[in-house]
């Protein structure tokens, strides 16, 4: 299976998944340290994605949603954006009414 229908089928088969560097326990980066704790503070259950294991699906998921940068998190399959836009969403409390839909 090529990168890119593995990342279809993952985000088709998990509600919510966070493609990120490294691991929430673990993050590689500043702004997927950021992506795992607002998830957590939200209390979502989500699928985490380490692109640093996988030099293809690292590349792959930037083409995927046609967003350079990682983290990425997508809802329901559909792509919701990096650790900024979750940020602000979390702020105005939009992406806990989304996480919340998606259970």
Same mark, same amino acid.
């Given at each position: %299976?090529?990168?890119?229908? !593995? /990342?279809? !089928? =993952? $985000?088709? =088969?998990?509600?919510? $998944?966070?493609?990120?560097?490294? +691991? #929430?326990?673990?993050? !590689?980066? &500043?702004? +997927? @340290?950021?992506?795992?704790? /607002?998830?957590?503070?939200?209390?979502?259950?989500?699928?985490?994605?380490?692109?640093?294991?996988?030099?293809?699906?690292?590349?792959? /998921?930037? $083409?995927?949603? @046609?967003? #350079? =940068?990682? #983290?990425?998190?997508?809802? @329901? &399959?559909?792509? $919701?954006? &990096? +650790?900024? /836009?979750?940020?602000?969403?979390?702020? @105005?409390?939009?992406? !806990? =009414? %989304?996480?919340?839909?998606?259970?």
């Amino acid at each position: %299976m090529d990168a890119q229908a !593995q /990342i279809k !089928q =993952t $985000v088709s =088969t998990h509600s919510v $998944v966070l493609y990120m560097k490294g +691991s #929430p326990k673990f993050p !590689q980066c &500043g702004f +997927s @340290n950021l992506a795992t704790q /607002i998830l957590d503070a939200c209390q979502a259950k989500y699928l985490a994605v380490d692109v640093l294991a996988d030099q293809a699906v690292r590349e792959g /998921i930037k $083409v995927y949603a @046609n967003w #350079p =940068t990682i #983290p990425q998190l997508y809802v @329901n &399959g559909e792509f $919701v954006g &990096g +650790s900024d /836009i979750m940020r602000a969403m979390y702020e @105005n409390g939009e992406l !806990q =009414t %989304m996480l919340e839909a998606a259970k």
